[in-house]
């Protein structure tokens, strides 16, 4: 990037950002602004500005015009909570006072404004400090004084994350509202009958892009699951007779040039009925006629909830104030870690990444030293817990050779316990509604302190990841789970590799609404060749990031000699709606095999371990906080 400001508003606006001249000292535009918010200056005018005035800082118009959203953080505890809640970009300015993280806007038609960030209805995270600059804002940009970009490495602006809406959390759950076995009813979440999708609207959404305003039958629009998927859902109020039959032909007539041959309309026709017996036989009599169902009652009767209050004298509105700080503290003090710092009773735990970086040997590895009470390096056990890991991808031998290894690593335990496809005969889809029955007969005759999904993708076969509805369902899933006491952890996979190694969670940002906390996997390589070519890290660039330490050479000096060093990867926090001075940002795990094939992992140190060797070092306790950016109170407690 150039280092005047004239060209670099030029190379800014080559870039598609509406750019403006800014006063060096009182950060105010220098022109009515008002128009380079929905239209572009020409280079003409920005070279007449900064000839005007040559001494003017560069500024950004944020939001759609420019195609920006940038999270402002103007102290160390915003810097801290933009971090915690996901905003972290590898695309970022420091300021004088903080730092500028640069996100792509979504694009969507939706006006995300500096107050709310988000569309209306949702709010802007409360942290002094932490501001948003969206649509009808602007920013300062390099290289304005006391301004400059700070890139990760190989990282360019085509490569900035899509900004994702904040979605202000709900308090954690207390161990005491745990609801227990008897809590889990997973019977009406199937997709199958799921009368929240209303397949109707979504194919009259669709068909708006078609200048007919109806989808052809060809070019592959799905046009024949349409159809399997309305005649789904329209059971629930036609029944199985002809009037069924009557809906599905005005669907089809409503929405598609033409309709599906009849041989094939035939066909699902008959598979919903079978379906329908099949799954609901309650709603046929004994000879097998359908029994009509009425209608929903959308009306509320208020006489009846009434009386109903009047029964329960006990149930009355108790608000929580200033009154319940010290009982509300007390009560998350009983927040145990199962695996200190990130893994809770009662908690749902996203771990996300690239095919082949490690996703399952980090959670697997982790799970099992959970199960037999051993520490894995900066990841702490209190105590051993029981852990129930649904493996939808691996075979006999993969599996059979990890838990050998496994034993013969870190001792024998029960308390590691697999469903694999192979070792029954039922199979568990929890897109249907045998699947989700048979899920949930599983969780409840184990009873786990954690329950792993591996992965999300696999378990919910034909997911439709880019849609919110399908995230919808999940979340439902997983929330039923973690209120009956569960440690829910589900593994996903990242975006298409770009060559850049970037890549958000595939999908809508829907699945985001309910993770309490998300861990991104990505391997390091030595090789810069081979980084490339599986989208990893670098170590190069590691070092330089970790003022010059290399990891890799800092893990073999702490494996034994005979010990070959095979995978190291990254582990860092995205969204994390509970942050604790415990968490580091990011972490390293490398794993190694000895001479007799046995795992050893090491870590890199938790901010208490650094704090304890500090300590022993003879660094003072205000030195340290200073340092690890702690509060003197925390460093006291880790090192005394």
Wanted: proline share 4%; glycine share 8%.
């Amino acid at each position: 990037m150039s280092t005047t400001n004239m060209d670099a508003a030029l190379e800014y606006a080559e870039l598609g950002w509406s750019v403006i001249p800014l006063s060096a000292t009182q950060k105010h535009p220098l022109v009515k602004w008002k128009k380079y918010q929905t239209e572009h200056a020409t280079d003409d005018q920005i070279v007449e500005w900064f000839e005007k005035w040559p001494d003017a800082d560069v500024g950004i118009v944020t939001g759609a015009i420019s195609g920006l959203c940038v999270v402002d953080a103007d102290n160390e505890a915003s810097r801290l909570r933009a971090i915690a809640e996901g905003y972290d970009s590898p695309i970022k300015v420091e300021t004088k006072r903080g730092w500028h993280y640069y996100f792509k806007h979504p694009m969507d038609g939706v006006i995300r404004g500096p107050r709310s960030g988000v569309q209306a209805g949702k709010h802007w995270i409360d942290e002094n400090g932490l501001d948003f600059r969206g649509d009808g804002s602007y920013v300062k940009a390099p290289p304005s004084t006391n301004y400059s970009w700070v890139i990760d490495g190989y990282m360019d602006f085509d490569d900035m994350p899509k900004f994702v809406d904040y979605i202000k959390p709900q308090p954690p759950i207390d161990s005491s509202e745990f609801q227990g076995l008897d809590s889990i009813d997973l019977s009406s979440l199937a997709m199958e009958g799921d009368t929240r999708r209303d397949i109707w609207k979504e194919t009259e959404e669709y068909a708006k892009q078609f200048g007919s305003g109806k989808i052809p039958m060809t070019g592959g629009h799905g046009c024949h699951d349409r159809v399997f998927s309305y005649l789904s859902h329209a059971v629930l109020t036609h029944g199985v007779g002809d009037e069924l039959e009557v809906a599905g032909r005005d669907f089809m007539e409503r929405f598609y040039e033409e309709p599906l041959p009849e041989h094939k309309f035939k066909v699902n026709l008959d598979n919903v009925r079978e379906k329908e017996m099949r799954n609901h036989p309650e709603r046929f009599d004994i000879e097998g006629n359908y029994i009509p169902r009425d209608q929903p009652d959308m009306g509320l009767d208020f006489q009846a909830e009434e009386e109903e209050a009047e029964e329960e004298e006990d149930d009355v509105v108790k608000p929580i104030t200033v009154a319940n700080a010290d009982q509300l503290i007390e009560e998350a003090a009983n927040f145990t870690y199962l695996i200190e710092p990130w893994l809770r009773k009662g908690s749902i735990t996203q771990i996300f990444g690239y095919s082949g970086h490690g996703k399952s040997m980090f959670t697997q590895h982790a799970l099992y030293h959970l199960a037999v009470g051993r520490n894995m390096g900066a990841y702490e056990v209190e105590k051993p817990a029981t852990v129930l890991y649904f493996d939808w991808e691996n075979g006999r031998a993969t599996i059979g050779n990890m838990l050998n290894r496994f034993r013969n690593s870190f001792g024998s335990t029960e308390n590691f316990k697999m469903w694999t496809p192979f070792i029954s005969q039922k199979e568990i889809s929890l897109n249907d509604q045998k699947g989700l029955m048979e899920f949930q007969r599983w969780v409840m005759a184990i009873n786990p302190d954690v329950l792993v999904i591996d992965t999300v993708r696999s378990a919910f076969s034909g997911l439709e990841e880019s849609k919110a509805e399908a995230w919808a369902r999940i979340n439902t899933i997983l929330l039923k789970l973690r209120n009956a006491g569960f440690a829910v952890i589900w593994l996903h996979h990242s975006n298409k590799p770009s060559e850049s190694g970037l890549g958000r969670e595939a999908g809508s940002t829907n699945q985001l609404t309910v993770v309490e906390t998300q861990m991104r996997i990505t391997q390091v390589y030595e090789d810069e060749g081979t980084a490339r070519q599986n989208a990893g890290l670098i170590a190069r660039d590691v070092a330089e990031r970790e003022g010059g330490n290399c990891v890799f050479k800092r893990f073999r000096q702490q494996i034994p000699r005979n010990a070959n060093l095979t995978v190291v990867m990254e582990i860092r926090y995205g969204k994390v709606r509970e942050w604790s001075d415990l968490m580091e940002r990011v972490m390293y795990v490398a794993f190694a095999r000895d001479e007799h094939d046995n795992s050893i992992v090491v870590t890199s140190r938790s901010p208490k371990q650094k704090a304890i060797w500090y300590h022993e070092n003879n660094r003072t306790i205000d030195n340290i906080a200073d340092a690890l950016h702690r509060p003197l109170r925390t460093i006291k407690e880790w090192v005394e």
